[in-house]
Structure formats: C-alpha cells, structure tokens
C-alpha cells in the first residue's frame, strides 16, 4: 500500500532566479552545501533526498512574499522551514526548489491578555510564547515532543499531550497571514472567538503542510493558568488495564487534561535518558487542572477506577519541578528512544482510532510488533485515541525499513476498519500518501487536488506533499 | 456597503429538467406554488424573491445524487433546505433552480455511546439528536434559536448559548458525507477525535452554506449529561454592568457553560410571550455544568463577581423544569420579539468581537439604536462576544429598512475596526455579501471563489450566496 521511499523528481532551479534571490536576499540567502543539507532534512526516517538548491533566511513578510515571487516567475518549488522537527518527510525537497528559513521570524507581535490571544510570527516556538504569556498568568497548551516553530505546528495541524483537553491547533489558531502562491498576502479569520463569514480558511490553511502558501502569523487562543494542577502516574500490570483506565476516565467526562500512555520499554528508555527511576511497567502519565477542589476530585475519580483496574503505585508529582521533570521526561521519550540504538531513525506511526476501538488496536498491533524483532517503543496519547510506535530502524537496513513499514500497513490498515486515521497530529507528508487515499477515498482527495490545483497552480507551494499532482 | 434587497439574475429551468425529475422521483416532486414559496422563504427580512422552480423531497444520499446529476446537466442550481430557519437568505431562489428539501431524510444513523459520537441524517434537528441520546446519558450542546436542522446547523457554522463551553458546529462536527456538484459522493473525517491526514474538507464543508455541496450525513461529538447542572438569572443595573461581568467571569477562567445576555426590551417581551415575570432590566442567564462540588464553586465566584458590579436579585433555577422554562423563553425571544410588532420582520445583526471590546462596541450600538426609534431588541452571547440586535422592521417601509440596514452597518464597520467579525453564526448568505469583502478583504475572498471555481465550476451549488460569482 506504501511506498517506503519517496519519488525524487527534481526540477530545475534556473542559474536567473539564484542569481535574483541572491541580489534581493544578499547575507539572508544562501546555497552553501552544509545549510542546504541542514534544511534538506527532517526527524522522518526518509534519506537519500538530495537538499533544496538554496535557503532563503526570511525576516519578513515582505521576505517570503518576494522570495515566493521570484520561485513563481520561474515556476521553483518552495518549502517553508521552522525548526525542522516534522517527522513525516515535510522539509524534504523532493522537486527541488528553494527553502524559505522562517525561524528568524521569532517576534511575538501582539499579546491580548484580556481576550485570551496572542499573534507571533511563524517562526516562534511553542516554548517560546509560553515563556512570553506565563508572567500574565496565562499558557498556551498544545506541546508536540519537539519545541516546534508555530508555523510548523498550524502547517501539520499538531497537537501534542494537552490535546485531551484543549484541542489540536485547529481548535486553537484563531488566525493567520499567509503568502499565497502568487506571492499575494491573504489575512484568514480574525481576533473574534467564533466567526461564520465564510469559507473556513483558517481550518484549510491548518493542516495543509505548506501545500497552499507559507503561513507569515498566527494568532493563537491562549488560557488563564489553572489554579491548581496536579500531576500523577500509576503503574498498571497490563497495556490493556492502563487503556480501559483511560476509557473511563474519558466516558465518564472526567475533564482530565493530560493523559499518555507509556509502554514497558518507553519507560525504560526515558528513565534511562532522563535518569529517573519509573517503574518499568505499562504506565499512565496523568494531569489535572482547575480550582482546588476541582483538581482533588477529578483525582479521586481517576484512581478509584485505576484501581478498580489494577493499577498500582499512584504516584503524585506535585511541586513544579516535579512535574517538569516528568513531562520533560515525556517529550524527550522520542529523543530517548532514538538515543537507545545508536544511528538508529525512528519509523513513528500516528494512528487514532475511536476510543472504544483504542484497546483492540493496541493490543493486535502490540503482538505484530513484538513477533518482528524490531526494537520499538509505544507511546500515547491515549485520552485522545491516538498513539505512536516507533519502530527503531537501520536506515541503511532494507529489511528492517521494509518489515517496519509493513508493521505500519497492518496498523493503519487495522485503524482505517474500526473508524480511525492514519495520522492523529504528524500529517501526511511524503510518508502516508498512500495512507490517505485509502482513508479519505478517490472523491475527497480528487477535492483536495482541486483545491490545489485553484490555489497553486503551477504546483509550488511544497509539491510531492499529502498527495501526486498529475503532470 | 451592504446592498439591502439581493440581487435576482433568474437562470432558466428547462423543462427537460422538469420532466426527467418528476420521472424519477415521481410523488417525491412539486412544482405546485403552495409548495415553492415555502421552499423560497426563510427568517430572513428578504421578500419579494421569486420561489424555486420545483422542490425534490430527497429520503437518501441516492437522491440526493441523482437531483444534483440531474440538475448539473442542465447547469441549473440546487438549494439544500433543512427547516427553512436561516436568518440570512440563505434559502432564497435568486438565481432559480431546484429546492432539495431534506427534511425527510430524518434518521439518527448510529449512535457510539462510548465514543461520545452520532451519525444522523441532515434532516435530523438538534431536539431530535438530544432526544435520540439521552437516556444514554449523553447530550448534544449546540441549540441555534430555533429546532434547525443538523445539516442546515453544519452548513452555516451555527451555534448558539452553550458554545461558550462547548465551542460551535465547527468544533462538534466529526465527519461528513457531501454530494458534490458533479454528482459525486465524498465522505470527509473520520470518526477518531483528531486527524493530520490532508486538508481538512470537515471544516471547509462546514459554514460553506451549501455552495459546495448538499451535505447528506453529519457525524457529531456527543458530551456526558453532566453530573449536576445549576441555572440562575442576575439583574444588572446597566448593560455595561452585565458586559463587565461577563468580561470577568471569561478571564477568570470559569467554565461556565452558558451566559447570555437580555437587555431590557427583550425580558418585556419573553415576559409577555412565554407568560414570565423576569425583572425587567439588563439581565444575564448563566448555567453551571459539572460535578456537584465544581458546579457550586463555579456559581459561587460568578455571584461574587456580579454582587461587585452591581448584580441584584441572583435568581436560581434548580429544578429541570424550571430550567427548561427558562431557556426555552430564552430561545423563543427571537419569535417573542417578532410577535411584539405584528406583521414585521427582524434585521439581525450577528457581530462577534474580542471580549475585551464588548462593551465599547454594544453600548455605542445601543446609543444609535436608541436615536433610531425603530423598534429592536438585544440578545447575546456574551461569553463569546457575540450578539445579535433584532431591528423590528415593516418589511415594506423602505425608509424603516434602510434606517436599519444604516444601522447594521455601523455597528459592523465598529465590530470589524475592534478585530471582529460581521458574523458570529448566522452565516454570510445574501445579506452579509458585502461585509465580509470589508471583513476579509480580497486576497481571502478570491481564494473562496478560486476554491468555489474549482469544487463548483458550473456555480449550480446554491449560487449567490456568500459571494457573486464572475460571468
């Protein structure tokens, strides 16, 4: 069903349009081997791409509106680049073409305490805007593994531990500027909380994995820090007794605000990595937020079906630091397992399937993958049905590529029949191309393509992405 | 800016059409005018449109399909119609065609209690997907005024008093299945809670009004009843009073799930149709939604924060009965305040801005809809800055209308200069065409006719709608 390896088609970047980006970029342009690897690159398992022909350092709207101009004359693919932790083949130039740089578009341009918002440029991280709002007693939740650029969290529609109970970045980019591929600059949305003025295109622009322009600013919901928080784990003698934990939790509309799943092995690596001393077994990760009492409740609630389940060693983390510690631990799981078989790349799945589903899929996958021989972890955002293997391959290894790819086919194959995706919060990408026309069908991707074919014409917003253009 | 009458460019419906769709679909078709004008009307101050050139009663996505192909072949427009509630024209036949009424495509599909999710019909109403699911303790939050339809609800974005907890038909819709203009059958999302997996056509098809595609299944996220619910309505001493409540009650953080807004005029006139006696003045409507424990904190830090503004009279509404009593005269005080002036029709204006500008933008409205002396009333939801002025006009007193419309434009000029919107959930149809060119501006809206142009290239999906077409 997948190819493993992506299609290379480069096309021809013309010595004239160099030679332009050079004179209007100068020191902010360059085509010096090292940068252009360094951006020809991403977390995804995918080698072998040759880079982008030049990297374009934006600091501006202006900058990528004139960069996006020129590649548009010549009709030059462009690829925006953040801080290059897609794990899905985004930043890889496939076709060639220029790399727009958007990480020294790092402003924070706006904070609206009052309304809960704030708008930064694309190329701010998630940490980076919780570091600006914190002292306002406020946060922004969604936190993939990595520390992201904005840009590239609205590009692949992330979402991360907090999803649970605040949504993805669909439910929380409230607006955008984005340079469209004939190098106009269209403003989506606004600052208002809920709008019906039209096409959503906000939500398209979200998701779309710079398929349709480079995203210039985001404003994004923001939320007042809870009163109280409080962060527990619990050990469970089984996958499925930690899973049916989270399903009642969930059923039961506990509000709970984070809740992940590690595996045996997960815990393992991390406590290795981040020399902590978890106990070696299927484990939820858990936080609650809210008014005292509302955090003191929520809890019993959660552990009295934990232990109605079997789960054992509830354990608090209730200083600040205690509870940074842990979810640091949490995000830096990919890095650790990574870390765990040197020179290894990670193939990560991102399937989620309806809750009632989760155990069942889980639980089959969990055999398959054992039964391969290859080392792997297993996390998840469990609350949201949604979780990762990664399988730790030798990219070298064409065996072990093509069995971890095959493991991946069953699980998505097994994700699509009981009513799931192929991708939670990664995106498509080069990797799931063939995974998204067996889970949206021909006429939804043939809209997709329209869409595309309207708002790009000439196919050089990211071309090879999410799905073939003809010709 | 904003045309007052829209503007009627009839297409022809040739008779072949009409023949070969009363062939198929035999009693399941009208040509008798009774019939028409009913399909060619809705809640709109729009009248004097000629009606639809027939109606098709679709029971099935197998009808829908072939009314579409049928008409396509003869380029001829379709207008989806669910109960005939738009407050915008949406409904209105200004370029001809063919009603395709959904209402009896009225089944709930598959309810997955566990998964929190349903699948109904777009026929189905918001009472009846609550009736369908609550003795599994679940409930579906959104409640738009009047009983609209699922499909009618997705297809205008709409929302209503709950949405300031529970978010709006773009938050809550899970997955479609549309009938595309060439007669296609596409099915977007699935039923998992997130997804990555390529442009999200869910939030695209949501809010376009029909002018994309007849929506023939709607999937939505159900909730838990919760364990407790509290109502209670507070008088203030002054619509700023209310709005500074409301402002702070947001900020804090409170969970609240409803908090609406009545100004003076409109508890008369809810009093006087619904037989209350709510103290006339300014006044909001709060619900509490949670635990027992939550639910009591939550009211207890409201009540502080309107006993300092000023709030008198906290009034609470205990018992379900009471409670129904209540909301059901707050969602008939649109129909209330139409039967306050017989014979007139309501100009609503549907703003939404940032929080922090509610109260500048509503009480400078106040003071022209004052020096008006047209007759109006004031609803809100103001925990999403969101309101609706009701302009009580005499649909054939051009000189009522345009003072209305004058005022109506005002006050969006304002919500727009304050980073709102001109419409918060009653959808862009034909009365907003010009708004949101102001709203928007052009870059966005031609990137809604290029995707209009590419998904509709005939333009027979409800057409003047949203925006004029070229040609």
């Known amino acids: 069903m997948n190819a493993p390896m992506p299609a290379v088609v480069q096309r021809d970047t013309p010595?004239?349009?160099?030679?332009?980006?050079?004179?209007?970029?100068?020191?902010?342009?360059?085509?010096?081997?090292?940068?252009?690897?360094?951006?020809?690159?991403?977390?995804?398992?995918?080698?072998?791409?040759?880079?982008?022909?030049c990297v374009v350092f934006a600091q501006s709207t202006t900058d990528v509106r004139d960069a996006v101009r020129l590649a548009a004359e010549h009709h030059v693919p462009v690829i925006p680049f953040?801080?290059?932790?897609?794990?899905?083949?985004?930043?890889?130039?496939v076709q060639g073409g220029i790399s727009i740089d958007v990480s020294r578009m790092n402003n924070v341009l706006e904070i609206n305490a009052e309304d809960l918002t704030v708008?930064?440029?694309?190329?701010?991280?998630?940490?980076?805007?919780?570091?600006?709002v914190k002292d306002m007693g406020l946060f922004f939740p969604i936190d993939p593994g990595a520390d992201a650029s904005i840009g590239g969290m609205a590009a692949t529609r992330a979402s991360g531990t907090n999803a649970v109970r605040y949504g993805t970045m669909k439910e929380n980019v409230l607006a955008l500027e984005v340079v469209t591929a004939d190098g106009g600059v269209a403003?989506?949305?606004?600052?208002?909380?809920?709008?019906?003025?039209?096409?959503?295109?906000?939500?398209?622009?979200?998701?779309?994995?710079?398929?349709?322009?480079?995203?210039?600013?985001?404003?994004?919901?923001?939320?007042?820090l809870p009163e109280a928080v409080s962060a527990a784990v619990c050990s469970f003698p089984s996958i499925e007794a930690a899973v049916q934990t989270t399903i009642q939790i969930i059923q039961m509309g506990v509000p709970i605000a984070r809740c992940e799943f590690m595996d045996k092995k997960s815990v393992a690596m991390v406590n290795k990595h981040a020399q902590l001393t978890l106990r070696e077994e299927a484990m939820l990760l858990m936080e609650f937020h809210g008014s005292p009492a509302s955090v003191a409740e929520q809890a019993a609630v959660v552990q009295e079906i934990a232990g109605d389940m079997g789960g054992q060693a509830f354990e608090w983390a209730t200083t600040p630091e205690e509870r940074t510690k842990l979810w640091t631990?949490?995000?830096?799981?990919?890095?650790?397992?990574?870390?765990?078989?040197?020179?290894?790349?990670?193939?990560?799945?991102?399937?989620?399937?309806?809750?009632?589903?989760?155990?069942?899929?889980?639980?089959?996958?969990?055999?398959?993958?054992?039964?391969?021989?290859?080392?792997?972890?297993?996390?998840?955002?469990?609350?949201?049905?949604?979780?990762?293997?990664?399988?730790?391959?030798?990219?070298?290894?064409?065996?072990?590529?093509?069995?971890a790819e095959q493991l991946n086919e069953w699980l998505v194959a097994r994700a699509l029949r009981l009513g799931g995706t192929c991708t939670g919060e990664h995106g498509i990408g080069l990797h799931k191309i063939d995974f998204l026309k067996a889970e949206a069908g021909e006429a939804a991707v043939d809209m997709m393509r329209a869409i595309k074919q309207a708002l790009d014409p000439h196919n050089i917003m990211n071309p090879g992405k999410i799905f073939s253009m003809p010709g």
């Open 15 to 53: 010595q004239a349009l160099l030679l332009a980006l050079a004179e209007r970029f100068e020191k902010q342009f360059s085509q010096a081997m090292a940068v252009r690897e360094q951006h020809g690159r991403d977390e995804s398992a995918f080698t072998h791409v040759p880079p982008p022909a």
């Open 82 to 93: 953040g801080v290059g932790s897609s794990l899905e083949g985004h930043l890889l130039a």
């Open 119 to 132: 708008t930064v440029q694309p190329g701010v991280t998630r940490m980076a805007v919780n570091a600006a």
């Open 187 to 224: 403003r989506t949305g606004t600052r208002a909380k809920k709008s019906s003025a039209g096409y959503d295109l906000t939500r398209l622009m979200v998701g779309s994995e710079g398929t349709l322009g480079v995203i210039t600013e985001v404003t994004l919901k923001l939320y007042p």
């Open 329 to 403: 631990a949490r995000h830096n799981a990919y890095f650790a397992a990574i870390q765990s078989r040197p020179g290894c790349r990670a193939i990560s799945t991102d399937t989620c399937v309806p809750i009632s589903q989760l155990a069942h899929c889980l639980l089959d996958s969990v055999k398959e993958a054992d039964a391969s021989g290859i080392p792997y972890f297993l996390l998840g955002h469990v609350g949201d049905g949604n979780f990762h293997f990664g399988y730790l391959i030798d990219p070298d290894d064409s065996e072990e590529r093509a069995k």
